[in-house]
């Protein structure tokens, strides 16, 4: 037993039998791969990440609302999807209702766990902003929904994070041996995005890439860590740009 399930295992004894941690519980699921099934990802995995961080540097570097930029991010969002298709199958995972007997897709919670980023984050932003030290990485990266055409960025952000979390939280995430799953994807997700040089996105990649890989852990799939990167992505687009400019 590792010590995530430890821990788990001790929690659900703190609160009794008849009641289930169905936010860290994982849903029980046969996803079993055979050791050849298992290789061919690791190995599609690799080679994906090696081409898709250079990919990401390049999108980030391009001057914001550029046609390159753009161009950069469909490239960078490509590569994540259809490594994470080749490396093998994929998992929409589920969630548990208040009837033992039945699953559901997850879109409840996770939608839930993105809105509280969104807040973590807008809060931590209001302060961020009054640092000059700190604000300039943080416009580094708005300044694409600044600059940019937003009806074209959203879209696109959304895109690149349905891609992300195809092959982190789902091929990446079923290459990695158990129970070390979250903590190698949130640490590659966090190194990845390190290789920009921007320290408050690195900062945001490992705490949404903990907040992810722990509901792939719980639904089983990736269709939970899709709906919360999508509503954090969002709120984030939509939200920090007009909070950092009207908290300088």
């Known amino acids: 037993m590792s010590a995530w399930d430890a821990v788990v295992a001790r929690a659900r004894d703190m609160v009794g039998r008849g009641s289930q941690l169905s936010w ?3 849903i029980e699921r046969d996803h079993w791969q055979t050791q050849r099934e298992f290789q061919h990802r ?4 690799a080679v994906t990440l090696a081409v898709g961080t250079p990919v990401l540097r390049h999108a980030l570097s391009r001057k914001p609302g550029s046609r390159q930029f753009y161009a950069s991010t469909v490239l960078l969002a ?3 999807a259809g490594g ?3 490396s093998g199958p ?3 995972g589920w969630s548990g209702t208040r009837d033992p007997e039945k699953n559901a897709r ?3 919670r996770p939608f839930a766990i993105g809105a509280g980023a969104v807040v973590f984050f807008a809060a931590g932003a209001a302060v961020i902003a009054r640092i000059p030290a700190l604000r300039r990485p943080v416009l580094a990266v708005l300044n694409h929904a600044r600059f940019g055409s937003l009806p074209v960025v959203v879209p696109l952000t959304l895109i690149t994070g349905v891609g992300e979390e195809l092959f982190f939280r789902g091929a990446l995430y079923a290459a990695t041996k158990q129970p070390h799953q979250i903590a190698v994807t949130t640490a590659i997700y966090t190194v990845a995005t390190g290789i920009t040089g921007n320290p408050m996105l690195v900062f945001a990649a490992g705490v949404l890439g903990l907040l992810v890989a722990i509901e792939r852990r719980t639904t089983g799939g990736v269709q939970g860590p899709i709906i919360i990167h999508l509503t954090w992505s969002t709120g984030m687009l939509l939200v920090l740009p007009p909070l950092i400019e009207y908290r300088r």
Not at 42 to 45: A, H, P
């Open 90 to 92: 994929l998992h929409a």
């Open 106 to 108: 997850p879109l409840v």
């Open 24 to 26: 860290v519980v994982p």
């Open 42 to 45: 690791r190995v599609v995995t």
């Open 78 to 80: 490509g590569v994540w």
């Open 84 to 86: 994470a298709f080749a």
